[in-house]
């Protein structure tokens, strides 16, 4: 059973920073691109951040120079360091497995993270 499972959320006050993880167990992120989105109240999930299997990596525009993703695949865990945190910022969290090359999520969610930005 693939699971997916965010932590490191927390109230933060504006300009903060702070780190989540993402742990996958059943399935290796080794061959998969990986993404960060997050999901505001009475807002769709969105994408932030995505890191191809090589590395690569890409931003919503909101969140460039901000935010940085990145992979440990021995780990088979997906972070996302969050700098310069702004109250728009706030929202709950989520990492999935990417379809090919793209930034479209498949398989289950996991619980996510809350993050939360106070001005």
């Known amino acids: 059973q693939v699971q997916l499972v965010e932590s490191g959320g927390s109230l933060v006050q504006a300009g903060g920073s702070l780190r989540l993880s993402c742990a996958a167990s059943?399935?290796?992120?080794?061959?998969?691109?990986m993404g960060w989105f997050r999901q505001a109240p009475g807002k769709e999930r969105e994408f932030v951040a995505t890191?191809?299997?090589?590395?690569?990596?890409y931003y919503t525009d909101s969140v460039k120079g901000r935010f940085t993703i990145s992979r440990d695949n021995a780990k088979n865990t997906v972070y996302l360091q969050m700098n310069n945190l702004k109250p728009e910022d706030s929202a709950v969290y989520y990492c999935?497995?990417?379809?090919?090359?793209?930034?479209?999520?498949?398989?289950?969610w996991g619980q996510g993270t809350q993050v939360t930005v106070s001005s």
């Open positions: 999935n497995f990417l379809k090919g090359n793209s930034r479209e999520p498949f398989g289950s």
């Open positions: 059943g399935r290796s992120i080794i061959i998969y691109g």
């Open positions: 890191v191809s299997r090589s590395g690569f990596t």
